[in-house]
């Protein structure tokens, strides 16, 4: 009984980060498909994988960061630096690929999902430091 009561006690903080990670997830989308120049939505709805590819490798690499901060941060002040960090860091990586990939806005418009995969491979990679950086 003693053991429900304890893992009953932790449900407010289970409930907070949830909460939290979802609305910084609905931020991480709202600002990175505003800064691309391409609607993913659009295009993924019209079947054109190498948006897909694009969004989910970058929603992944936003989500890493989120994960760490919630099991090494102590505090909800913490965690919302991290996930502001976090969603700073996938934008950068966008502008990046948008310098040494020329086109690739126009290769997810075309539906290269070689440049999608590319795209989210190298967001989920960053994603994967970002999160090595707050553990």
Known sequence: MNEILEMLSH???FFGYFVM???????FFLAYT?????????LI????????YSLVGSALGFSLPLYAAIVHTAS???FV??????LVAQI???????LALKDVDAQIEADNAAYGI?????SLVVGVINAACVA
């Not at 505003?34 to 659009?42: A, G, I, S």
């Not at 709805?45 to 897909?52: C, D, F, L, Q, S």
């Not at 630096?81 to 976090?86: D, E, H, P, R, T």
């Not at 590319?118 to 190298?122: D, F, K, S």
């Open 45 to 52: 709805r019209h079947g054109n994988t190498a948006a897909a």
């Open 81 to 86: 630096y991290w996930s502001l960090i976090a």
């Open 34 to 42: 505003r800064t691309t120049q391409y609607d993913e939505m659009e």
């Open 76 to 78: 909800a002040q913490a």
């Open 92 to 98: 950068a990586t966008y502008y990046f690929l948008k």
């Open 118 to 122: 590319l795209e989210g491979g190298i």
């Open 11 to 13: 449900t407010p903080n």
């Open 21 to 27: 990670g979802l609305c910084f997830l609905g931020i």
